[in-house]
């Protein structure tokens, strides 16, 4: 079983960055694939980013490419996302999610979830 835990969120003005991370407990974080999902107020849970156990390979949501980097630190068994260029859009809660069979950008693919942090992205 895995236990994940996000921070980094918060508030930040459009064209901002934010970096958030995942804390994943156990000895197995290097195993899953990760991914990333945010959900924003009357919306459903949408891809952002997703990344295979080894770091090797990388997926994006169209909506995000070219402005987020996920990226993952097995040794550390923590999980990254680097926002920069944010818009207001962004807005959203935000969660890590793991997989425990092979990557994919459907919610319902993965085991395990965090919480949540939030994102406000002002204009």
């Known amino acids: 079983q895995v236990q994940l835990v996000e921070s980094g969120g918060g508030l930040v003005q459009a064209g901002g960055s934010l970096r958030l991370s995942c804390a994943a407990s156990g000895r197995t974080f290097s195993r899953y694939a990760m991914g990333w999902f945010r959900q924003a107020p009357g919306k459903e849970r949408e891809f952002v980013a997703a990344i295979r156990s080894s770091g090797g390979s990388r997926l994006y949501a169209d909506s995000v490419k070219g402005r987020f980097t996920i990226s993952r630190d097995n040794a550390k068994n923590t999980l990254y996302l680097q926002m920069n260029s944010l818009k207001p859009e962004d807005t959203a809660v935000y969660y890590c999610?793991?997989?425990?069979?092979?990557?994919?950008?459907?919610?319902?693919?993965?085991?395990?979830w965090g919480k949540g942090t939030q994102v406000t992205v002002s204009s």
């Open positions: 999610a793991a997989a425990s069979l092979k990557w994919t950008m459907l919610p319902g693919g993965y085991d395990y």
